[in-house]
């Protein structure tokens, strides 16, 4: 009897401490970049579109109770990545437009980036008073806008803040911006004094500024949203004590963070995110607050061409046109165990809808005829017929089209390619082409270290995404501090082996930003004053440039990429294991 009675007395309290913990989801917009329709060329798993995008709020607003709607700035049509830039004024209407249905939406907080300031602070501030947008901009003093939103989710103060880029100045040098490390520490400060809270930071801020910010505060900020202009990051990370959420590109997903808090203190958390496909059915409401076009791709429709009348107003329209039939060659490898026959077809079908392809094996007299005529290096290798020129999608592919005697060659820099025509194939030999601060870089190391431990007789060589330019080596970043880790990593291949290297790797890229980078090489038992010594000497830089012969070569700047026996590239995802590497050799033995 003692022991059921103690039984249900745990099983009470459980429930009761279960009863105290307040469940919140987060669902994160921003970088949308102008983007207002769903995309007309996309996979339907990626569609995107603000219509879309507000069915499937109101959809997670009846499904969660507590649920904050945030945006973390970047959205306004006209900026660099602004993939439908148009006219001066055609890129005023959309970000009107998208400040619109940004009211409707009624988010709990915005912030702002540069992208906001392409049409004046008066157009900026009007949008915002006439669509009541919860504007938020924290380091922005001579501006009507909030320092911080205060929410109160089951009586949990969440205090909001915005950092804003320095880069608005650029667009408007009459902005007062005062130091947000100054401002933040005296928000703290003052917060502490009041019993228990959390805070959510939107920041439209540079990764690295973000992340400096983060070294001195990082126990302050338990959550990030993010709008970086780096679109490599990952779309979620922890980094030290904060979690880093970061919107999807032209908001063709909705990025969401399920906490569960307690005692204003996050005890567990989920990332998730929820594709907006082109199954989800636009909100009727938002369809008809917005033009119905502003340019031809916004009238996109399986297997025929439109043209947007009247672009950019509430009388615009698509009239349709069928799509002539266009004959295309693909030249394929007689072998290939890598290569993917219809990624290039589709991409090509995007443009030209009426395109109609034939493909052809590498050994056949028109396949050696076309590969001479274009000096072809790369398979599929793709030859439209000339008469494409008359056809609507010409001008959108033009610019990535070579011209012969009765084909056009597709440049591979459009469609891509997966192997090398011209050269010569070198059993077990695989040469990786990364960053140590790129994408899924410590799933490749895992990746490696488990292809040696299972093929000893493997040949690895890596060589790190670097270029030497007129003053120097420059990294995909930019910063100094990528390739001083590049350098290091360089030392120990040469003072010691790969095998180590990846040992090193394996602990470093759990923490890549972190300052202490001597820490995993302790752990990795290697000499941290030798590898320091090797990093800041002169013939490091000798030995990267030989290192990147082969980038240069094969004119590789991105990565992670594998070379698979001197002639099959593919990337590297998250997905990949090394049973499928493992399986490709032996594919190419048969």
């Not at 009586?155 to 401002?183: A, T, W």
């Not at 509430?314 to 990624?343: G, R």
């Not at 274009?374 to 001008?395: C, H, M, S, T, W």
Request: glycine share 6%; charged share 25%; net charge positive.
């Amino acid at each position: 009897m003692r022991k059921a009675i103690l039984f249900l007395f745990i099983i009470f309290s459980f429930l009761v401490l279960q009863g105290n913990c307040t469940q919140l989801v987060i669902v994160a917009t921003g970088n949308t970049h102008g983007a207002l329709y769903s995309c007309g060329v996309c996979p339907s798993t990626k569609a995107g579109g603000l219509a879309r995008r507000a069915t499937l709020i109101n959809k997670l607003r009846k499904k969660y109770k507590n649920i904050l709607l945030l945006d973390s700035g970047k959205n306004f049509a006209g900026g660099v990545f602004d993939e439908f830039n148009q006219t001066a004024s055609l890129n005023l209407k959309r970000s009107y437009y998208l400040s619109k249905v940004l009211g409707f939406l009624n988010y709990d907080a915005l912030c702002l980036g540069e992208e906001e300031f392409n049409f004046g602070r008066k157009f900026l501030v009007d949008v915002i008073k006439e669509n009541h947008l919860n504007v938020v901009a924290s380091n922005i003093k001579n501006m009507p806008l909030n320092s911080y939103i205060l929410k109160k989710i089951e009586k949990i103060p969440i205090f909001i803040l915005g950092y804003v880029e320095k880069q608005v100045k650029n667009k408007e040098p009459s902005l007062e911006m005062i130091d947000f490390d100054s401002y933040f520490s005296n928000f703290v400060e003052n917060l502490n004094t009041q019993g228990k809270h959390l805070v959510i930071l939107l920041s439209s801020c540079d990764d690295a500024v973000l992340k400096s910010f983060l070294d001195k505060h990082s126990q302050d900020v338990p959550i990030v949203i993010s709008s970086t202009w780096d679109l490599s990051l990952p779309p979620f990370e922890k980094y030290k004590k904060t979690l880093i959420l970061r919107p999807a590109f032209q908001g063709k997903s909705l990025r969401l963070l399920h906490l569960e808090i307690e005692n204003s203190e996050i005890k567990n958390y989920r990332f998730d995110e929820v594709q907006i496909k082109k199954e989800i059915t636009p909100h009727q409401k938002i369809k008809d607050m917005l033009p119905r076009c502003f340019r031809n791709e916004d009238c996109a429709r399986g297997g025929l061409y439109g043209e947007c009348k009247n672009p950019g107003t509430l009388t615009s329209f698509c009239q349709y046109y069928e799509a002539q039939k266009i004959n295309c060659k693909v030249i394929i490898p007689k072998k290939c165990v890598s290569c993917n026959m219809t990624a290039g077809e589709d991409l090509l079908k995007r443009f030209i809808l009426g395109l109609d392809c034939t493909r052809i094996s590498s050994d056949t007299p028109l396949a050696n005829s076309l590969i001479k005529e274009f000096n072809v290096e790369l398979l599929p290798a793709y030859f439209i017929e000339k008469n494409v020129q008359k056809d609507k999608g010409f001008r959108r592919v033009a610019m990535f089209l070579k011209e012969g005697k009765d084909y056009f060659y597709v440049k591979p820099t459009f469609v891509g390619g997966t192997f090398f025509v011209n050269r010569k194939s070198i059993p077990w030999r695989i040469d990786v082409f990364f960053s140590p601060f790129g994408r899924n870089s410590l799933h490749l190391v895992e990746l490696l270290r488990g292809l040696i431990k299972k093929a000893p007789q493997l040949h690895l060589e890596i060589h790190f995404l670097a270029q030497e330019e007129k003053n120097g080596f420059q990294t995909l970043s930019g910063k100094s501090y990528e390739l001083e880790e590049i350098l290091r990593c360089l030392c120990i291949k040469e003072l010691y082996s790969y095998s180590k290297l990846l040992e090193y790797l394996s602990f470093r890229l759990k923490d890549i930003y972190s300052t202490w980078w001597q820490d995993p090489l302790i752990k990795a038992k290697l000499n941290v004053d030798k590898i320091k010594k090797c990093a800041q000497s002169k013939e490091i830089l000798n030995s990267l440039r030989k290192n990147t012969e082969l980038n240069r070569e094969l004119n590789i700047l991105l990565g992670p990429y594998i070379l698979l026996e001197n002639q099959e590239i593919f990337g590297i995802s998250k997905h990949t294991k090394v049973e499928d590497i493992l399986n490709m050799i032996k594919k190419r033995r048969r």
